[in-house]
């Protein structure tokens, strides 16, 4: 399979790993990127954008990457607190007085408030109609004492931190990316696509009977916490028009590798929060097993955070990170749906070619 783009000399291995991903790939294709040293040393994409393999996989092709739209989301909320309109540690209560549960804003960043699940059975209609959601998770009581435990908020993550910056800033999270976060920085990454980022799109492929299987495994919190609404992993649901234009912001935004890349080199240059909240953002609250996921793990705000650094995977394999050993800033866009062996492959020989040990 071509590998199209371009990647310094040194990484030329890192290349061919590329091509070998892609010709794995039965479906649609994948971009990968690394900046470090203040650059872009490698840019890379191929593949096909539909799964009848008639469009090819460009430069700008957007790419729904699931749960890596939630730093994102964790970064709008983070850039009200840095102007003062967000105390991290005030009950969520005092900007959204009708919901229920007892958390504070800390609690929704670090996802250890509780709202994993809806009791309640919900339309697939709940992801087109922000209010309706919004309501469900108001009146929703927490699967744990919040603050006591942590559980990846999986569905509803962009519609808590939403409302946020919505009632306080009047704006939705969608606008409010675009216009303070993604577009000031230059990054083509978008929750709530228009008519022209809508002909840029990949398909996702992959949702085959292995996919069906695997959602059966994990626990009932974590079947209850994904399946309702129903539609988040079925491919006519997140393939379709209406999902891409909609608003779902724990999981449907969309966007290039380097997109996602770069909104790490934003936070690591201090281009996007001070040098405190961002050491706030990348530092852990202890590992803990995760209720939701089912492993142990650590969070910080919005993002997962190891000894090497932090950043955020989602269900398919795409993910974003910033080594903070490494000094680099690194992303997997994919719109084949599968495991996170062909990003570690790919962050393997990065971290090959720059000399520092295997993660």
């Known amino acids: 399979m071509r590998v199209q783009g371009r990647a310094d000399d040194r990484f030329a291995n890192v290349v061919a790993v590329m091509a070998d991903v892609l010709a794995a790939q039965p479906g649609t294709g994948a971009s990968f990127?690394?900046?470090?040293?203040?650059?872009?040393?490698?840019?890379?994409?191929?593949?096909?954008?539909?799964?009848?393999?008639t469009r090819g996989w460009s430069r700008d092709t957007l790419v729904m990457p699931y749960s890596v739209t939630k730093p994102f989301a964790?970064?709008?909320?983070?850039?009200?607190?840095?102007?003062?309109?967000i105390d991290l540690d005030a009950p969520m209560q005092r900007y959204w007085p009708e919901l229920a549960a007892a958390a504070t804003v800390r609690d929704v960043l670090t996802h250890r408030a509780g709202l994993v699940a809806l009791d309640e059975d919900a339309p697939q209609e709940a992801f087109y109609?922000?209010?309706?959601?919004?309501?469900?998770?108001?009146?929703?009581?927490?699967?744990?004492?919040?603050?006591?435990?942590?559980?990846?908020?999986?569905?509803?993550y962009g519609h808590l931190l939403g409302e946020l910056v919505r009632r306080i800033d009047g704006r939705p999270l969608s606008v409010f990316l675009r216009h303070e976060v993604c577009g000031p920085l230059g990054l083509d990454f978008h929750v709530g696509l228009d008519d022209a980022e809508l002909g840029r799109v990949a398909d996702l492929s992959g949702f085959g009977a292995d996919f069906a299987?695997?959602?059966?495994?994990?626990?009932?919190?974590?079947?209850r916490g994904v399946t309702n609404p129903p539609?988040?992993?079925?491919?006519?649901?997140?393939?379709?028009?209406?999902?891409?234009?909609?608003?779902?912001?724990?999981?449907?935004?969309?966007?290039?590798?380097?997109?996602?890349a770069g909104l790490y080199v934003a936070l690591a240059e201090g281009r996007l929060l001070d040098a405190d909240l961002r050491s706030e953002l990348g530092r852990g609250h202890g590992v803990e097993r995760d209720l939701m996921m089912g492993d142990e793990r650590q969070w910080g705000l919005g993002v997962v955070v190891d000894s090497d650094g932090y950043g955020m995977g989602g269900l398919g394999g795409s993910f974003g990170w910033w080594s903070e050993v490494g000094g680099y800033a690194v992303a997997f866009m994919t719109g084949h749906i599968g495991g996170y062996d062909r990003g570690d492959r790919l962050e393997g020989a990065v971290r090959e070619a720059l000399g520092l040990p295997p993660l």
């Open 33 to 53: 990127a690394v900046w470090h040293d203040g650059r872009w040393v490698v840019d890379l994409w191929g593949g096909y954008a539909d799964a009848a393999h």
């Open 74 to 85: 964790a970064v709008a909320v983070l850039s009200l607190a840095q102007r003062g309109q």
């Open 129 to 156: 109609d922000w209010d309706l959601m919004c309501s469900l998770l108001a009146r929703q009581e927490p699967s744990w004492p919040p603050g006591t435990a942590q559980g990846e908020s999986a569905l509803f």
């Open 213 to 223: 299987e695997a959602q059966q495994a994990g626990n009932d919190l974590y079947r």
């Open 231 to 260: 539609g988040a992993r079925d491919p006519n649901v997140v393939n379709s028009d209406r999902w891409r234009r909609a608003e779902v912001p724990a999981v449907n935004g969309h966007g290039t590798a380097r997109a996602v």
